[in-house]
């Protein structure tokens, strides 16, 4: 055996935090969902926590198999349906740190509902999505993040929908923390990552991460590193923008940056707030209801 | 709660649910079930509890079965259009395990159909609504006093089998008022989930004990489970074998029909001496009473059996009674549903009628009974 080879064996810093029997993953070479995955480690472990108490909920697709990676209670749910799973599971043990990770297809299309009534609660979850611009698990169909005009296996011709903007949408519906980075960005990430972990209430950060196998090829980007190279030349950090125009322009701009940063009472602070009486009868409850100052 | 009341069986789930420790309901409103969300919403935070209403049915269920794995009793209430909605996390229940109540107050389908009256309709959607196969718990009260029992019933064969048990009610009942009797705290018998006592690397989230179940960590436990609905393996890990499906399929079906002696319960009503018997469940319970009552005073020698557990169906006592009777008679609100079980399990050795009904009011007891006075006239 060589020297070369022992080193290999060495463990990883994050071993632990892996199900590493079930290793190798799934994922295929050049897919962003590894990097993102090992930012969400390097949070979960900079945040401190108690291990014991984090969990992570996926739903399905190619990031919804991250939680079968995790060496933590961790939850494969049905397709959309991992916030709602979370929300039961966060309910159950206010004490934990729940997060949920999934790919844009599970929590805008089939499961958009979910997240914006999620986000309105300001439900103390934090939704870690995977934006890879299509459905990669199933081959590359079109997502509502497609870019217009961008081709799938069901916009053979050109995608003739206009995409979401993913943070806006959850800013609209009152997540407390958005941010947006691609899978390039990887100290931000996990950055963001953090802060999301640490915030109170509903936080939700989104990664442009790259698919050559299934997006890529059929959009002249064929290699992970081409598209790699298309974020780095592309993307632009504007901190603090209002997400409505924080744009994904695949010929201009690729807006990143962390968006939003405010405070509001989660849904389970207002839930003991009503339950212990402490305030009056509506209407005139808006005014008694802590707010937090001004950032 | 400990007493005697007047309360509506929508009302009485939620006392049964309270009694049984339930603590987590999440719902979404429905005729004819919206009661029980309502009560939920008043009792649960009064008693240490959480109650949400979620955006749809699809939430409700998913958020009950996270709930259940963070170690609560959780429940949901719905209606048909609802139920349908509920079938695909009814199915992630069912793969995972996870124990949970749904209380099904049935309405008049197909569709919105009639949302204010009764339908007995979802009885075959109850057992095979979800995708894949499985095996199924679910019971069927005939009064407020049985939505309180059969609801911690429910709740303890949830727990004792780590699955999603489905309370098969109706509008009449959930509607009717009633005496409810809710007895004290130490004469309710309570099940809870079994957890695991080994150390965690020793743990296997889905290997089963002699009994069929598997010990069931919660969440924060430390055991670092996975959990998914992928086909997984006794560790709980996802294998894409038709090996592991085949173990897995079996543990699932097993884990019913090896128990189902314990899990089935009837009643019975002047069978002993029967010539014919009616078999009945929900509301028409009530309706077949009356007409095995009166029946019996035109000299009519009926009996009646009710069914408690729906599914699963007890094949055994069916097949036995089928032999001894002249007819089965069974009276449902739907155009034959049950009937084609009772069918199956008679095999042919003797008659099977129904008394159907397309469902917006009760089956009348002078239905059942002139078919009970028909079919004894045939068969002389």
């Given at each position: 055996m060589s020297t070369n080879k022992r080193k290999a064996l060495q463990p990883h810093p994050y071993d632990y935090l892996l199900r590493t029997d079930r290793i190798p993953h799934i994922w295929c070479p050049g897919c962003g969902i590894g990097t993102v995955f090992g930012c969400v480690l390097a949070a979960i472990q900079k945040s401190g926590f108690p291990l014991d108490d984090v969990a992570m909920v996926?739903?399905?697709?190619?990031?919804?198999?991250?939680?079968?990676?995790?060496?933590?209670?961790?939850?494969?749910?049905?397709?959309?349906?991992?916030?709602?799973?979370?929300?039961?599971?966060?309910?159950?043990?206010?004490?934990?740190?729940?997060?949920?990770?999934?790919?844009?297809?599970?929590?805008?299309?089939?499961?958009g509902n979910h997240l914006i009534h999620?986000?309105?609660?300001?439900?103390?979850?934090?939704?870690?999505?995977?934006?890879?611009?299509?459905?990669?698990?199933?081959?590359?169909?079109?997502?509502?993040?497609?870019?217009?005009?961008?081709?799938?296996?069901?916009?053979?011709?050109?995608?003739?929908?206009?995409?979401?903007?993913?943070?806006?949408?959850?800013?609209?519906?009152?997540?407390?923390?958005?941010?947006?980075?691609?899978?390039?960005?990887?100290?931000?990430?996990?950055?963001?990552?953090?802060?999301?972990?640490?915030?109170?209430?509903?936080?939700?950060?989104?990664?442009?991460?790259?698919?050559?196998?299934?997006?890529?090829?059929?959009?002249?980007?064929?290699?992970?590193?081409?598209?790699?190279?298309?974020?780095?030349?592309?993307?632009?950090?504007?901190?603090?923008?209002?997400?409505?125009?924080?744009?994904l322009d695949f010929n201009k701009h690729l807006i990143v940056g962390k968006f939003v940063d405010i405070e509001r009472p989660t849904f389970l602070d207002n839930y003991q707030l009503i339950i212990r009486r402490e305030l009056g009868d509506w209407p005139g409850l808006e005014r008694q209801i802590p707010q937090p100052e001004k950032p | 709660m400990t007493g005697t009341y007047f309360m509506n069986g929508d009302e009485a789930c939620c006392?049964?649910?309270?009694?049984?420790?339930?603590?987590?309901?999440?719902?979404?409103?429905?005729?004819?079930?919206?009661?029980?969300?309502?009560?939920?919403?008043?009792?649960?935070?009064?008693?240490?509890?959480?109650?949400i209403q979620m955006e749809d049915e699809l939430a409700s269920m998913a958020a009950i079965?996270?709930?259940?794995?963070?170690?609560?009793?959780?429940?949901?209430?719905?209606?048909?259009?609802?139920?349908?909605?509920?079938?695909?996390?009814?199915?992630?229940?069912?793969?995972?395990?996870?124990?949970?109540?749904?209380?099904?107050?049935?309405?008049a389908g197909p569709s919105t159909g009639l949302p204010t009256l009764v339908a007995q309709g979802d009885m075959m959607q109850a057992r095979w609504g979800a995708h894949g196969h499985y095996e199924i718990i679910a019971v069927s009260p005939s009064s407020p006093q049985e939505m309180f029992d059969f609801t911690i019933w429910a709740f303890n064969l949830s727990e004792q089998y780590r699955l999603p048990v489905i309370i098969l009610a109706d509008e009449v009942v959930g509607h009717m008022n009633e005496r409810v009797a809710i007895p004290p705290p130490d004469e309710i018998q309570i099940i809870n989930r079994k957890k695991p006592t080994m150390p965690p690397e020793k743990y296997q989230a889905y290997r089963p004990d002699s009994d069929g179940v598997a010990a069931m960590a919660t969440f924060g436990d430390g055991y670092h489970m996975h959990v998914t609905g992928l086909t997984h393996d006794q560790r709980g890990y996802p294998v894409m074998e038709a090996d592991t499906q085949e173990e897995m399929i079996t543990r699932l079906v097993q884990k019913?029909?090896?128990?189902?002696?314990?899990?089935?319960?009837?009643?019975?009503?002047?069978?002993?001496?029967?010539?014919?018997?009616?078999?009945?469940?929900?509301?028409?319970?009530?309706?077949?009473?009356?007409?095995?009552?009166?029946?019996?005073?035109?000299?009519?020698k009926a009996g009646l059996v009710k069914l408690n557990t729906i599914w699963p169906f007890p094949e055994k006592m069916i097949r036995d009674l089928a032999g001894k009777v002249r007819a089965l008679i069974m009276p449902e609100i739907n155009y034959g549903q049950m009937v084609l079980e009772l069918e199956r399990c008679a095999g042919g050795r003797c008659p099977v009628l129904l008394v159907s009904h397309a469902g917006g009011t009760i089956i009348r007891p002078e239905r059942i009974l002139t078919v009970l006075e028909a079919t004894l006239k045939e068969t002389a």
């Open positions: 996926s739903g399905i697709g190619c990031t919804g198999r991250m939680a079968g990676y995790l060496n933590l209670d961790s939850f494969h749910t049905t397709h959309g349906r991992a916030i709602p799973f979370a929300t039961g599971l966060k309910l159950a043990k206010p004490e934990s740190c729940v997060i949920v990770t999934s790919g844009d297809g599970d929590l805008f299309a089939i499961g999620a986000a309105r609660r300001n439900m103390d979850l934090t939704v870690v999505c995977v934006n890879n611009f299509n459905y990669g698990m199933t081959g590359g169909q079109m997502a509502p993040s497609t870019p217009f005009g961008a081709k799938t296996t069901t916009s053979p011709i050109g995608n003739f929908e206009e995409p979401f903007n993913f943070c806006s949408l959850a800013a609209a519906c009152g997540a407390v923390y958005v941010a947006r980075w691609t899978a390039l960005h990887i100290r931000w990430i996990t950055d963001s990552l953090s802060e999301a972990i640490q915030k109170r209430g509903f936080s939700f950060v989104e990664i442009l991460a790259p698919c050559p196998t299934s997006f890529g090829r059929r959009n002249k980007i064929r290699s992970a590193v081409e598209l790699l190279k298309f974020f780095h030349e592309r993307s632009v950090i504007r901190n603090h923008i209002d997400p409505k125009d924080a744009v | 006392e049964g649910a309270i009694a049984a420790g339930c603590r987590f309901f999440a719902g979404y409103p429905i005729t004819p079930a919206t009661e029980i969300a309502e009560r939920m919403s008043e009792r649960l935070p009064e008693m240490g509890g959480i109650f079965l996270g709930a259940s794995w963070g170690g609560m009793k959780a429940m949901t209430s719905t209606s048909g259009p609802g139920f349908s909605l509920m079938m695909e996390n009814i199915s992630l229940g069912l793969c995972t395990e996870t124990p949970c109540v749904v209380c099904n107050v049935q309405r019913v029909r090896k128990n189902s002696d314990r899990i089935i319960r009837y009643e019975t009503f002047s069978l002993e001496d029967a010539e014919v018997a009616v078999v009945a469940y929900g509301i028409s319970v009530r309706s077949a009473k009356r007409a095995v009552a009166e029946a019996r005073e035109r000299g009519i």
